[in-house]
């Protein structure tokens, strides 16, 4: 053991330094010397990850070679190979950004463009953005990518800015559910085994009938801060039965995959007219289920015939 | 400052890939591998406590930071602050094993991940749900327990890359070191008798007591364990050795080192080879061990007069104990050497003994010299006193037997009734083998009466105070001393600039019962030659060596290495002057001294600053009951698991070597010596 009056000392200084930052932090809430602090680091850190997300695209093998010839090949190919992947990548980009595109053109809201850059470490869920107040992006503003709503940008930066998942457990959204028009509101799961578990619907109406495969959409904020009306949220997979509960509740499966966000939109002007339910994808047909019914008639002999029966079509 | 870059870009790096990749990466289980955590937990058992913490905190200050963090600030500095401080403090495992490390870096990133789970759910309960945790958290644990030891062994890599890069030649030095410690010491011509330290991977020594060249491995950097280098022995075998061997830790190199065990007159002369012959112990005791100063003259003689010879030692500049460096640096710094005893516990024993310049006049302690030369027990090896308090000078002569026949039992017992003019008495205390005889003069700390039963105390001479030798030397600094503090037995010596000389005696002498238990710390800066000689109590009395004192505690030695960390001479055997000291540590009995280990952490021409500190094991409970806490506990998880794995008990290890007694795999007869000596102590009357 390397013990020594002095490495003490010195953490404890340090234990004290980051309790103090601590209770500052945590006392403060969103104070202005926390919130500088925070903004200058994250100026500095956001522009290393911007860089360093876009050099982790450029992943190429590159074997070692001999001669000088077989060098000069094997740098070619790992060249090819590395635009082959960028080539790929902003092919998914693309395709992401086209739905996300024809969805913000269906709601009617103007978006800003942006890749994710970082993903928070720990037990929050939150990811930074490559696009910052430069980009004309503020707090408290929608995210959204072409399949629905991803959460809310909750600090800025000049080039970055940092969004609360809406999957992080302190995550709420005020929701409507899209025939019926109920009122409620989504928290997220926090970090799950599976990186995207279910959101949790509470219905405002305690009576409210909840089935699932009804889908939900935002409904508007005061001011559309920080959720612009109309974006889907996801559909009702389970009705969760609380007999005496305040609230009907129900798990809610988000339209989106929040374990591989790529291009998200961020919502920079809200829609002049509420949207409603346009944005939401086709809602799911209920398909027919067949069921299968095996009558068994006792038969002599102590055999048992079993004798297929007809398939009923029901649902 | 290589290392701070080390540290900063591995950190980075961490951060980044973090942040950007690893966070998203979807993994079964839905955790993903903390690598800040792995790499904080890396660096800190590679850095030691203080850098630990400083790392820890920096990267988690960075994790807060960062943009997607959303947590509150200071959180993961906390945490990662405790990590890294905590892997600190085992730095030592990394030269001593290579799973303990690897399980150590794996049992602190669960303990992290658990501790930032904890700080979540207390803090931010909104954001951080039990369910979550429980959910996840084993899945993240488990992943930080599987890139565990990659990012160690990275880390470690990346460290000894750098290191090897800055010097270069480490390893053909570290491979000098090993020939001359393998090769041209052993044997009767060279210091000691068959001794001498088996190459610096810590391995046991074959073939009797010597390593042979290139065992194995490579130099070892920047606190990197010989873990890299591969196994270089059997397992069992480097076991025995690191039960045996003093633990001497690498040291890392810094800007600034110089060299250890060298001397300014053999760095002159640093392309003479010398041949074995001139390390004969007949020219060695005729010239140094004799008291009589190893001149500069004389030592360009004996360098001159060699030949180059097969296995030849080079007496050239060199790394500590190399004795053979190419590449010689020109001058030696001027920094000053601190010695500080590390704190004295309780318990802890008492080492008559000599920090000792080599040279035969004791600056203005006439009376002192005299009676000392008239008993013959001391020629030449005398600490000067310093002008500042320095009860170094005065209080603590350690005077050895310099004649390699050592005293009789008959003079010693003279010696041992008779009392020193002033301040000190004489204890003699018999070698097991009873060939050597120490003894020591104790003195009050306040300078007051002599008492013969006190054991030596430095506690006095806390600033600056002792000087060795003429000039070259710095002040020597004893933290306080506490009830039976140790003395440096030994472990310091000095080359003494212009007059040569040997210095170190021979191993750490208990006086009365008490057994040596000095823990010290050399923090020797600038032109210091700082042999280890005594190292585990050897203190060889071997023909032409220093004799060794009392059967003293076998003692650890481990090296902090910091920055600027200097070699752990002396040991591997020197050259030029500091060969003196070796004798004490090479020498005793033909006992193996294996596994010293040295680094290669000086860089080109500077001065040397090794530090280490010493913690001898007990032999056992001393006879007023209180059991020494300055036992060496060697833990290790293996050591729970049943058979051959849980060979080793954990808790203290209490390992008493009676000099000579064993050979070099004698780990059965040396418990059984324990065992004995643990009874012979408890019997009333203790132990004779």
């Known amino acids: 053991m390397h013990d020594s009056r002095r490495s003490r000392l010195v953490l404890g200084v340090l234990i004290v330094a980051a309790l103090v930052l601590i209770t500052a932090d945590y006392g403060a809430g969103g104070s202005s010397v926390m919130n500088g602090i925070r903004k200058a680091s994250a100026a500095v850190f956001g522009s290393t990850e911007r860089l360093a997300s876009s050099a982790t695209g450029l992943v190429g093998g590159s074997g070692s070679a001999s001669s000088g010839q077989v060098r000069a090949l094997s740098r070619q190919v790992a060249q090819l190979r590395a635009q082959l992947s960028q080539e790929r990548l902003s092919k998914a980009d693309y395709a992401q950004l086209l739905r996300l595109l024809s969805l913000a053109g269906l709601g009617g809201y103007r978006v800003v463009a942006a890749n994710v850059i970082a993903t928070g470490a720990g037990y929050q869920r939150t990811v930074t953005l490559d696009a910052g107040s430069a980009d004309g992006v503020q707090a408290r503003e929608t995210v959204l990518n072409g399949d629905g709503l991803v959460g809310e940008v909750t600090s800025v930066t000049a080039g970055t800015c940092t969004v609360l998942l809406a999957t992080d457990s302190s995550s709420q959204v005020g929701v409507q559910l899209a025939p019926s028009g109920q009122i409620g509101w989504v928290t997220g799961p926090g970090k799950t085994p599976s990186g995207t578990g279910l959101l949790q619907l509470q219905v405002l109406d305690a009576s409210a009938q909840l089935t699932p495969g009804e889908q939900l959409v935002t409904s508007a904020s005061v001011k559309d801060r920080p959720y612009v009306p109309g974006v889907p949220v996801g559909v009702i997979a389970g009705v969760v039965n609380r007999a005496g509960a305040l609230t009907a509740r129900a798990t809610v499966r988000s339209y989106v995959n929040f374990t591989a966000l790529g291009v998200v939109g961020i919502v920079i002007a809200p829609p002049r007219h509420d949207p409603r339910f346009s944005v939401l994808p086709p809602a799911p047909r209920a398909r027919p289920t067949p069921t299968v019914t095996v009558t068994v008639t006792p038969g002599a002999g102590g055999t048992l015939p079993a004798s297929p029966s007809t398939p009923t079509a029901g649902g | ?688």
């Open chain 2, 1 to 688: 400052m290589r290392r701070l870059i080390l540290t900063i870009a591995a950190v980075a790096l961490a951060l980044l890939l973090q942040l950007t990749t690893i966070n998203g990466l979807r993994l079964p289980g839905g955790g993903v591998p903390d690598l800040v955590l792995l790499v904080v937990a890396a660096l800190g058992l590679a850095g030691g406590p203080v850098r630990g913490a400083i790392t820890g905190f920096a990267a988690g200050l960075g994790l807060d930071l960062a943009p997607p963090g959303s947590g509150l600030l200071g959180q993961y500095a906390l945490v990662l602050c405790l990590v890294g401080w905590t892997c600190g403090r085992f730095r030592g495992t990394l030269a001593r094993s290579a799973a303990v490390p690897m399980l150590i870096v794996a049992a602190a990133a669960v303990a992290g991940e658990v501790m930032i789970a904890a700080l979540g759910l207390a803090l931010q309960p909104a954001q951080v749900s039990w369910t979550s945790v429980r959910q996840v958290l084993p899945a993240g644990a488990f992943y930080d327990v599987v890139a565990s030891p990659f990012v160690l062994y990275l880390v470690l890599l990346a460290g000894a890359w750098l290191g090897e890069a800055a010097t270069a030649d480490s390893g053909a030095r570290a491979g000098q070191a090993r020939s001359l410690a393998g090769g041209t010491l052993v044997g009767p011509a060279g210091l000691g008798g068959p001794a001498a330290l088996a190459g610096t991977q810590g391995v046991a020594p074959r073939q009797g007591l010597a390593g042979p060249a290139g065992t194995a491995g490579g130099a070892m950097l920047l606190g990197l364990g010989g873990w890299l280098a591969g196994p270089p022995e059997s397992r069992r075998a480097r076991r025995a050795a690191a039960r045996r061997a003093p633990k001497l830790a690498p040291g890392a190199g810094r800007p600034g080192d110089g060299w250890v065990g060298g001397s300014a007159a053999g760095r002159a002369r640093g392309d003479r080879v010398v041949g074995g012959p001139a390390l004969s112990g007949q020219a060695w005791r005729g010239q140094a061990l004799r008291g009589q100063a190893f001149s500069v003259q004389a030592l360009r003689n004996l360098a001159r007069d060699s030949r180059p010879h097969g296995s030849g030692a080079a007496l050239r500049a060199g790394v500590a104990g190399s004795a053979a460096d190419p590449h010689a640096p020109r001058t030696l710094g001027a920094r000053p050497v601190h010695l500080r005893l590390a704190a004295g516990r309780k318990g802890d024993g008492t080492v008559g003994n000599l920090l000792g310049g080599g040279r035969s006049v004791v600056a203005g302690r006439a009376r002192r010299r005299r009676s000392l030369n008239r008993n013959s027990l001391v020629r030449g090896s005398l600490v000067r006193g310093s002008p500042g308090g320095g009860s170094l000078g005065r209080g603590a002569l350690g005077p050895v037997s310099l004649d390699g026949g050592a005293l009789s039992r008959r003079s010693m017992d003279r010696l041992g009734r008779r009392r020193p003019s002033r301040g000190g008495s004489f204890r003699p205390a018999v070698m097991p083998g009873g060939s050597a005889v120490t003894s020591a003069i104790t003195r009050q700390p306040d300078g007051g009466h002599p008492r013969s039963a006190a054991p030596v105390r430095f506690s006095t001479a806390r600033s600056g105070t002792a000087r060795f030798g003429p000039g070259r030397f710095g002040p020597v600094r004893f933290v306080p001393g506490r009830r039976r503090d140790g003395l440096i037995g030994g472990g310091v010596l000095s080359p003494l600039g212009r007059s040569g000389g040997i210095g170190g005696s021979g191993g750490i002498g208990g006086s009365g019962r008490r057994t040596a238990a000095p823990r010290f710390r050399v923090r020797p800066g600038g032109s210091a030659h700082l042999t280890t000689s005594g190292l585990s109590g050897t203190g060889g009395a071997g023909a032409g060596t220093l004799p060794s004192l009392r059967r003293p505690a076998p003692q650890r030695l481990r090296m902090h290495p910091r920055r600027g960390d200097g070699m752990l001479g002396g040991s591997l055997g020197g050259h030029g002057r500091s060969l003196g000291g070796h004798g004490g540590s090479l020498g005793g009995h033909g006992r193996p001294l294996g596994g010293l280990r040295t680094t290669a952490g000086l860089r080109g021409g500077r001065p040397a600053t090794p530090r280490f500190r010493a913690r001898p094991l007990s032999p056992g409970r001393p006879p007023s009951g209180k059991r020494p806490r300055f036992g060496y506990r060697r833990w290790s998880v293996l050591s729970l698991l049943p058979g051959r794995f849980g060979t080793r008990s954990p808790g203290r290890r209490t390992v008493g070597l009676r000099a000579g007694s064993t050979g070099p795999s004698g780990s059965l007869a040396r418990r059984s010596w324990a065992r004995r000596r643990w009874a012979a102590i408890r019997r009333p009357g203790g132990l004779r």
